[in-house]
């Protein structure tokens, strides 16, 4: 159990498109869903944390209006990258808690997806 | 916020050394210290994890001890493997309500080589 999936994989774009990432539960409830972004050889930065049906919080220097996050359900969370540029390609990975799943604070990772922007 | 430093950025062991990777945090509120182990490329995959209510923790060659007082956790892994190469994450959490959601704060990372 606890399965994270992401979509895509691998995504390249031109700079100045939108990309849209999507990261599902499969087998549970995620009442929380968190997003990530790695650059090469760093560590993971969170980017924001999203709530089923509310608005997603972001941390600080994080453009909400470049970043845009919706849960729409309890197994679904989407990344939008907005008006990419080469700055964006990184690393984007989602991870999912939920409450009935876990006692704790524990967070399941989706596998990851490579942006690269042209 | 929480910050979490991590020690070594790298590390280099031969096969069947004990390896050690420290940590230490600066938020006491923190009760939850994962640590992750990442391939390249991949996930980060969840190996062992503490709460602050425990000192230690084992499960087979993977050991994590914390001193809450000292805020500060180590994960100790013996008899190792090549297979252990990878970068290694600590990371820490708290619940705090409101919109923290036990929110991970995670450390910069070692990257662990065994050679054989």
């Known amino acids: 159990g606890a399965v994270v999936s992401q979509h895509p994989s691998r995504v390249i774009c031109k700079s100045g498109t939108s990309v849209k990432i999507e990261c599902r539960s499969l087998?549970?409830?995620?009442?929380?869903m968190f997003w990530y972004r790695q650059f090469p050889k760093q560590s993971l930065m969170l980017m924001a944390t999203s709530n089923e049906g509310s608005k997603a919080t972001y941390e600080q220097g994080v453009e909400k209006d470049k970043f845009l996050i919706n849960h729409a359900s309890l197994t679904l969370s989407t990344l939008t990258v907005t008006s990419a540029h080469p700055e964006d390609s990184s690393f984007y990975i989602c991870?999912?808690?939920?409450?009935?799943?876990?006692?704790?604070?524990?967070?399941?990772f989706g596998p990851g997806t490579r942006l690269t922007v042209l | 916020g929480e910050n979490v430093e991590q020690h070594p950025s790298t590390l280099s062991v031969q096969e069947g050394d004990s390896a050690v990777i420290k940590c230490t945090y600066s938020d006491s509120a923190s009760n939850y210290f994962p640590w992750y182990k990442q391939e390249l490329g991949k996930r980060p995959q969840l190996i062992i994890d503490?709460?602050?209510?425990?000192g230690e923790k084992k499960d087979q060659r993977i050991a994590v001890t914390l001193n809450k007082t000292a805020k500060h956790f180590s994960l100790h892994i013996t008899e190792t493997q090549p297979e252990d190469s990878a970068v290694y994450f600590c990371?820490?959490?708290?619940?705090?309500?409101?919109?923290?959601?036990?929110?991970?704060?995670f450390g910069q990372g070692t990257i662990l080589t065994v050679h054989p």
């Open positions: 990371a820490a959490s708290y619940n705090a309500g409101g919109t923290s959601y036990g929110k991970l704060t």
């Open positions: 503490i709460r602050s209510n425990v």
């Open positions: 991870s999912a808690r939920g409450g009935l799943l876990n006692s704790y604070n524990e967070q399941f």
């Open positions: 087998d549970f409830q995620a009442t929380t």
